[in-house]
């Protein structure tokens, strides 16, 4: 056993009261593996870490959230643009605090990292969508109930569950049409 390798294995102990506790080492202490067949244990954050994925999403991502965002309504003689109404308002101010772009953007960079991205869906007094404020994907779960299948959201573990009225889900590439990977 070299130097190295006893010092890698105080510091990684979760013992060790010296040593600060991360969520890797409570993870290997549970017995829970996060890490890849290389033994790396990888997440989006770390993954950003590389330039050439930050610069991928950030590119993608930056690139799709600057694209114009038209709400059409079907008429009589085709399709035609709105200029105003809920839908076009929301569409040009989707949130209080982020512009379009930034809002977009990081819709984007969630489903580039996470193969999902969610949105709550705030509603106006007539019950048209005002806002939308973007969730965090490790904060939500997706399933289906077991009387008709509608799907559902649990977010926080549970503490809310919403159903498509009140969450936008976007999902990237997937296999069972629930979400993507």
Request: negative net charge; contains cysteine.
């Amino acid at each position: 056993m070299t130097i190295f390798s006893q010092v890698r294995e105080v510091r990684a102990s979760i013992h060790n009261p010296a040593v600060p506790i991360t969520r890797s080492d409570i993870l290997e202490y549970i017995g829970a593996d996060t890490s890849t067949a290389s033994g790396v244990s990888v997440s989006e954050t770390s993954a950003l870490g590389l330039s050439a994925v930050w610069r991928a999403v950030n590119l993608i991502a930056g690139t799709c959230a600057s694209l114009p965002l038209h709400a059409y309504r079907d008429g009589d003689e085709g399709r035609e643009r709105l200029q105003s109404g809920a839908a076009a308002d929301l569409l040009g101010s989707p949130h209080p605090d982020m512009s379009s772009f930034e809002l977009w953007e990081t819709v984007y960079a969630h489903v580039l990292l996470w193969g999902n991205a969610y949105l709550r869906v705030l509603k106006a007094g007539l019950g048209y969508p005002a806002e939308l404020w973007p969730i965090h994907p490790s904060r939500v779960k997706v399933g289906r109930t077991s009387d008709i299948g509608t799907k559902v959201y649990a977010v926080d573990g549970g503490k809310e569950v919403h159903t498509d009225a009140t969450i936008l889900h976007i999902p990237g590439f997937g296999y069972n049409g629930l979400v993507g990977l």
